[in-house]
């Protein structure tokens, strides 16, 4: 009863957050929205586990996952924020301001990945899934790797849709979350 208390009162922020795009299915914002949840989840359900037996091989996984995301998320925003020119051109009031990036940013880490911020969650997904393996919480980990799927898929067409052509060529040279592979 207590995990699903703590969950409901974490999941406000996260509504206030994403209050924008919560109503819009065709953006991006709504299926990030639906990641976060199964993210809150996972991590409210697994907390007590966090460093219980940390040398066990799925702690050991778990922590390199974990890793991996933190240094996605840290060098994907500092990239962003360094290159991508988030200007006030980009008038799609449901991305953040550091969404509005007006320069296609294909340098550093977007030179081989297309979504470091979305692969990001995708890593943290199966790093706090990892931190207690459950089959109840692979369903969940399962549907947040969709919804990250779906939400990048959604944001492809928007950046199409901005960077055109320029866009096109960048996906035929990346991949989506993981370099070389996926």
Known sequence: ???YIVFA?????LIIISWRTLFNLRGHGFYRFLSWECILWLSVHNCQYWFKDPFRP????????LTYSLFLIVYGVVLMRKTGEADSKR???????FEKTTVLIDSGLFRYIRH???????????????K???????????????????????????????????????QKKTKMFVPFLF
């Open 116 to 130: 470091p911020l979305y692969g990001s969650l995708l890593f943290l997904t199966w790093g706090i899934f990892f």
């Open 1 to 3: 009863m207590v995990k």
């Open 91 to 97: 008038q799609e009031k449901e991305l953040y301001d």
């Open 132 to 170: 207690r393996p459950e089959t109840h919480l692979l369903i969940i980990s399962f549907l947040s790797a969709v919804f990250l799927i779906i939400t990048s898929k959604i944001e492809e067409m928007e950046n199409i849709s901005f960077f055109g052509e320029k866009y096109l060529d960048y």
């Open 9 to 13: 009162l974490l999941s406000i922020p």
């Open 58 to 65: 799925a702690q050991i996984i778990s922590w390199i996952f």
